[in-house]
């Protein structure tokens, strides 16, 4: 049990680095944008795209900061993350593609959904005092995150499910 106890180094070390690795990708909702604005061009999209993934990568690394070190902080922290990509989502979905690009986004926006229920499943373990259940659905999250930053590249995010400390364009984690 978690509740009240100090986690273990290592296993709070996974699960921290897991939670990074898992920034800038997550969210709920449909899978297809949601916008009937006039399409952007590639580059309008990757430019929006790319900002509003910055910024959520942005929050992360400040909520990470000052890692968890009990059950309760690990839920705070991971509802928090939830939050934040959630709202990123939600703003990605807003966006509309060229047509060529829809496809490759929708895509993309599945994944996030996928990986968001996955962050809800470790924050379900966590408030329920479970680090086994914590540290599976944190893996898992680390698991996916090379397909995650592959569907990003392939709509032409350069900021979007990039692990935290990498640099833009790279390929990361």
């Known amino acids: 049990m978690l509740a009240g106890k100090r986690i273990n180094s290592a296993a709070l070390a996974a699960s921290v680095a897991a939670l990074v690795i898992a920034g800038c990708g997550g969210?709920?909702?449909?899978?297809t944008t949601t916008s009937s604005a006039e399409p952007?061009?590639?580059?309008?999209?990757?430019?929006?795209?790319?900002?509003?993934?910055?910024?959520?990568?942005?929050?992360?690394?400040?909520?990470?900061?000052?890692?968890?070190?009990t059950a309760d902080d690990a839920a705070t922290l991971t509802q928090k993350l939830i939050d934040i990509t959630q709202n990123e989502l939600t703003q990605l979905r807003e966006l509309t593609p060229p047509s060529a690009f829809e496809s490759n986004l929708d895509d993309y926006l599945k994944a996030?959904?996928?990986?968001?229920?996955?962050?809800?499943?470790?924050?379900?373990?966590?408030?329920?005092?479970?680090?086994?259940?914590?540290?599976?659905?944190?893996?898992?999250?680390?698991?996916?995150?090379?397909?995650?930053?592959?569907?990003?590249?392939?709509?032409?995010?350069?900021?979007?499910?990039?692990?935290a400390g990498t640099a833009p364009g790279s390929a990361g984690g």
């Open 40 to 69: 952007l061009t590639k580059q309008e999209l990757i430019a929006r795209g790319d900002a509003i993934c910055k910024q959520a990568l942005g929050q992360f690394q400040q909520l990470q900061q000052n890692p968890p070190t």
């Open 27 to 31: 969210g709920g909702g449909s899978d």
């Open 112 to 163: 996030l959904d996928e990986n968001i229920a996955v962050l809800k499943q470790g924050l379900k373990a966590a408030q329920h005092n479970d680090a086994t259940g914590y540290a599976k659905a944190q893996a898992k999250t680390v698991s996916t995150q090379v397909e995650r930053l592959q569907l990003a590249r392939a709509v032409g995010f350069k900021e979007c499910s990039r692990p």
